[in-house]
């Protein structure tokens, strides 16, 4: 019997599926076009032919995995579900007063974020729990029925539940939810201690309504992409990746969709970490570039940075998270000349339709892939190993005619373009990197998305950074890193303790509050005692501050050691970000935390025999490339990817091809292919 491992990754443009024939060993990859309007459709047609190809009648699909822009479309289009709130007697307007912050301090005319529940839905009942759980006023029963009746009368598809404290007691919040469930028949509740069990009222209140409005469309896709991959197929049960990089069940991805809003690119992270494992490289600046953005990561210690708050399309959203930072900078992101004369490209997009001018479907303005395509880095007749007929004279013209603003040639501004695209990732890497006490030049830079490996070389040397490595399969590193993600389940608890003696028994409790929890979890997950794993951290402050870092918590038994091991841990972290610390200050936790995995077993990469160092057998064809560095066009002969063999080494210039991206080395690098035919290029006196 076959048995098969299946990773499907749902784009704007295209769906990538990746299959693992787990008897063989044997990595297939491919793509097919996206079904905007349904992305459920492109899902289920994906797994339905990867059965078709790769199993026959006798197939097994041992694991599917999902990643999906499903949460992250809705909430930057606005087309979540129409939700009310529930929440403390005057807390009505939180969601407007925030912090009272401005994103751009000299900026008067800044429009915040429309919340995604309008004040009138918005109701407040008599409750009120004090800082340490002691209950001022009780919430009365006949108060919530009938504030859950007003919702209901405003037709509402949500709700959302968030009182001040919660964390400390959820009691009052379980009993609103649950008049809720009763009142709103049919409606997604949601309850803040379920969501976020963290203090912060205005980050848990923001990220509970997120959950609200996203409820409704994530159970509605889910519903609809559940009997079609039965139809397909595939029985087991089905996974979703979160924003941390694990994955969970649909069921949970229906009542938290929130952890899902950075889905799809969490994937590419923990592709690139794999990736990285597999070869012995620990030390990773990820760099994926797609048609409208490109998002940056750092892994250290074969570890991803992460974070536990972040604003996604200016809501913020308090639950653990790859830390991933993204631009407006993609192969569509379109150049024009600003009002002041100077170039500027993105965050405009041409999106995937219509695309680049290149396509041929309809847009008039250039992109990055257009200057590209005319500087002839990528193939100016085909992408896609030839699914996609590319015409250059349009996006030619196009380009010349910008650069008439700018008393530039075409091939200057080509050349301009890519010039300004490259200092906006690398502003973006600055920001991941340097600005977080982290040198890039200590890191290997990996490319992935269908444009990573073509700017790769450039982006290198712009920061200072000596080795690229770009995957096997670049363009669809996130469905291979769906393969390789382990289940992954996040528990917290607010517990404000000072990092001395008299606090030992209260963070053993917290700890061992977390751990019986992660253990219900794997227990309800079917988790085996021999595939679990728990990681211990902390939030914490010197005290007095008002922000916190995440600090590991050292599994020891010795009181003093214990201790000791937090203020070490927490000083080193410290030092690192501000490159000093204050040793005579009071240290304080104010939120534990446990990751609990449930750990999949990785297949096995074996080792490819080394062929040699000659790769002319996969060259087929030269084209001339506009190199800016001398203005002239240079010859770089054109490889095919299949065809490279372990050992064979490539001197710049020169171009790699393959179905799902390109990867263009420049003069003065070189490139070798390695044991596991992934692609490393290094400057040429490395």
């Known amino acids: 019997m076959t048995s098969l491992r299946i990773g499907v990754d749902s784009g704007g443009t295209f769906t990538d599926v990746c299959l693992l024939d787990e008897t063989t060993g044997q990595f297939s990859v491919w793509k097919l076009s996206s079904t905007p309007q349904d992305p459920s459709e492109a899902i289920a047609n994906g797994a339905r032919e990867a059965v078709e190809r790769f199993g026959g009648d006798d197939a097994n699909v041992s694991f599917f995995g999902h990643g999906t822009t499903v949460a992250t479309n809705a909430l930057i289009q606005g087309r979540g579900a129409r939700a009310g709130l529930i929440t403390n007697d005057g807390f009505r307007d939180l969601l407007d007063l925030g912090r009272q912050t401005r994103p751009h301090l000299y900026d008067l005319q800044t429009d915040k974020p429309i919340p995604l529940i309008p004040r009138d839905r918005r109701l407040e009942v008599s409750e009120r729990l004090l800082y340490d759980g002691t209950v001022e006023r009780e919430p009365s029963e006949d108060e919530v029925r009938t504030m859950a009746r007003k919702l209901r009368d405003m037709d509402v598809e949500a709700a959302a539940v968030c009182f001040l404290y919660s964390f400390v007691s959820p009691a009052h919040e379980v009993m609103v939810a649950r008049i809720l469930e009763e009142e709103l028949d049919g409606a997604f509740v949601t309850a803040s201690h379920q969501v976020c069990p963290e203090f912060r009222e205005f980050e848990r209140l923001s990220t509970t309504v997120v959950n609200a409005f996203l409820g409704p469309v994530m159970k509605g896709y889910l519903s609809r992409l559940t009997p079609r991959l039965k139809d397909a197929g595939i029985t087991v049960q089905p996974h979703i990746t979160q924003s941390n990089g694990g994955t969970i069940?649909?069921?949970?991805?229906?009542?938290?969709?929130?952890?899902?809003?950075?889905?799809?690119?969490?994937?590419?992270?923990?592709?690139?970490?794999?990736?990285?494992?597999?070869?012995?490289?620990?030390?990773?600046?990820?760099?994926?570039?797609?048609?409208?953005?490109?998002?940056?990561?750092?892994?250290?210690?074969?570890?991803?940075?992460?974070?536990?708050?972040?604003?996604?399309h200016g809501y913020p959203i308090k639950v653990p998270m790859i830390d991933i930072h993204t631009v407006?900078?993609?192969?569509?992101?379109?150049?024009?000349?600003?009002?002041?004369?100077?170039?500027?490209?993105?965050?405009?997009?041409?999106?995937?339709?219509?695309?680049?001018?290149?396509?041929?479907?309809?847009?008039?303005?250039?992109?990055?892939?257009?200057?590209?395509?005319v500087m002839?880095?990528?193939?100016?007749?085909?992408?896609?190993?030839?699914?996609?007929?590319?015409?250059?004279?349009?996006?030619?013209?196009?380009?010349?005619?910008?650069?008439?603003?700018?008393?530039?040639?075409?091939?200057?501004?080509?050349?301009?373009?890519?010039?300004?695209?490259?200092?906006?990732?690398?502003?973006?890497?600055?920001?991941?990197?340097?600005?977080?006490g982290h040198d890039p030049r200590e890191y290997c830079l990996m490319p992935f998305g269908g444009g990573g490996p073509v700017h790769a070389g450039r982006l290198a040397r712009e920061l200072g950074m000596r080795r690229i490595l770009v995957p096997r399969n670049p363009g669809i590193l996130c469905a291979m890193g769906l393969l390789l993600t382990d289940l992954r389940h996040d528990l917290s608890v607010t517990r404000k303790l000072p990092v001395d003696a008299t606090s030992v028994p209260a963070i053993r409790?917290?700890?061992?509050?977390?751990?019986?929890?992660?253990?219900?979890?794997?227990?309800?997950?079917?988790?085996?005692?021999?595939?679990?794993?728990?990681?211990?951290?902390?939030?914490?402050?010197?005290?007095?501050?008002?922000?916190?870092?995440?600090?590991?918590?050292?599994?020891?038994?010795?009181?003093?050691a214990l201790l000791d091991g937090l203020t070490v841990n927490f000083n080193e972290a410290y030092s690192r970000l501000y490159d000093y610390t204050a040793p005579d200050e009071a240290i304080e936790i104010v939120t534990f935390r446990v990751e609990a995995y449930g750990l999949v077993e990785k297949p096995q990469f074996t080792e490819n025999a080394n062929a040699g160092a000659d790769a002319s057998a996969a060259a087929i064809d030269s084209r001339e490339i506009y190199m800016p560095e001398s203005s002239t066009f240079e010859t770089a002969h054109i490889f095919d990817r299949d065809r490279l063999q372990t050992g064979n080494r490539i001197e710049g210039p020169a171009v790699i091809e393959q179905m799902d991206s390109t990867t263009f080395i420049l003069p003065g690098q070189t490139a070798t292919v390695d044991a596991y035919h992934n692609i490393v290029i290094e400057e040429g006196d490395a």
């Open 249 to 312: 069940t649909f069921e949970t991805a229906s009542t938290l969709p929130v952890r899902t809003v950075l889905s799809g690119p969490s994937t590419g992270v923990v592709g690139a970490l794999e990736t990285g494992r597999i070869v012995g490289v620990e030390d990773i600046i990820t760099f994926d570039m797609g048609g409208t953005s490109t998002d940056v990561s750092l892994i250290q210690n074969a570890r991803p940075e992460t974070t536990t708050e972040a604003i996604v």
């Open 328 to 373: 407006g900078a993609g192969g569509g992101s379109i150049a024009y000349v600003d009002s002041g004369g100077f170039l500027k490209v993105g965050p405009r997009s041409a999106g995937a339709a219509p695309g680049p001018i290149c396509y041929g479907l309809g847009n008039d303005e250039p992109t990055v892939t257009d200057a590209n395509v």
């Open 376 to 436: 002839q880095i990528l193939n100016p007749k085909e992408l896609l190993g030839g699914r996609m007929p590319i015409d250059r004279d349009p996006a030619f013209r196009a380009i010349e005619k910008l650069g008439e603003k700018l008393g530039l040639s075409a091939l200057d501004t080509a050349a301009g373009i890519i010039r300004v695209v490259t200092a906006n990732m690398a502003r973006a890497i600055r920001l991941i990197s340097v600005q977080r």
């Open 509 to 560: 409790d917290a700890m061992r509050a977390l751990r019986r929890d992660a253990d219900t979890w794997f227990e309800k997950e079917n988790v085996g005692s021999d595939r679990r794993r728990l990681v211990a951290s902390a939030d914490m402050r010197y005290a007095g501050q008002n922000y916190e870092l995440n600090v590991p918590v050292p599994d020891l038994d010795d009181d003093a």
